[in-house]
């Protein structure tokens, strides 16, 4: 059975404290992870797709990276509007689109 | 361009009744997906709709779940009858490929009592 895990569950910066969030994955034929950001009340907004080993994506402060076992989303410099759940999910196997989420770190920066 | 529209946003009724859940996706997508997270769990998936047909149920829990997507539009979720463990958010998603990126609605907040 396909497998998300996300680490840490919770993280606290201080505004501009760069740091990372993983995700690693147990899967059987990668076809595609995605990052999303959620916001309380909403729905989650897609951020990034990385499809191959090597590959990294970057938008604004996030930066997200892709292993065969795990992806990193690096946060520099983040600010209090960076403040969100950050989920990821993997779309895996011969055929199908389900997306497999974890359970995602919830980011707090202070100012 | 509209992102995609649920409703209603939330919804609370007894155990036992019957509740309809409406998804409009992105203009223009053919695929379609429900999502649910139940409370302290992951967001998981229920079914996915290529046009009109239903192209993967795997993840729907049991037959008092009932999806349509009538004309390739937009879609339905009918829960009857609703039980206390049906509670959580129900989430609809669009793209356009296959391996394209799913864009998420906001949601519907079911509660049963």
């Known amino acids: 059975e396909d497998q998300v895990t996300q680490s840490p569950e919770a993280l606290r910066l201080q505004e501009g404290e760069s740091s990372s969030l993983n995700c690693s994955y147990t899967?059987?034929?990668?076809?595609?992870l995605f990052w999303y950001r959620q916001d309380p009340g909403k729905g989650p907004e897609f951020l990034f797709t990385?499809?191959?080993a090597g590959e990294e994506k970057e938008k604004e402060r996030l930066k997200a990276t892709l292993t065969k076992k795990e992806s990193f989303l690096h946060i520099t410099a983040p600010k209090p509007e960076d403040s969100a759940t950050y989920l990821c999910?993997?779309?895996?196997?011969?055929?199908?689109?389900?997306?497999?989420f974890g359970a995602g770190t919830i980011l707090r920066v202070k100012s | 361009e509209a992102g995609v529209t649920q409703f209603p946003s939330h919804s609370v009724i007894e155990k036992g009744q019957t509740v309809t859940l409406r998804c409009d996706p992105i203009?223009?997508?053919?695929?379609l997906y429900w999502y649910r997270r139940v409370m302290g769990k992951e967001i998981k998936f229920l079914l996915h709709?290529?046009?009109?047909?239903?192209?993967?149920e795997s993840g729907m829990p049991n037959n008092r779940f009932l999806a349509e997507r009538t004309g390739g539009t937009y879609s339905t979720l009918k829960v009857q009858p609703a039980e206390l463990e049906d509670s959580g958010v129900y989430f609809c998603?669009?793209?356009?490929?296959?391996?394209?990126?799913?864009?998420f609605g906001d949601g519907t907040r079911l509660s049963i009592l």
């Open positions: 998603a669009s793209s356009q490929g296959d391996y394209t990126a799913q864009h």
């Open positions: 899967v059987s034929g990668l076809r595609g």
């Open positions: 990385l499809y191959s």
């Open positions: 999910a993997v779309q895996a196997g011969l055929y199908g689109n389900k997306l497999v």
């Open positions: 203009s223009g997508h053919d695929n």
């Open positions: 709709f290529v046009k009109e047909s239903k192209q993967d």
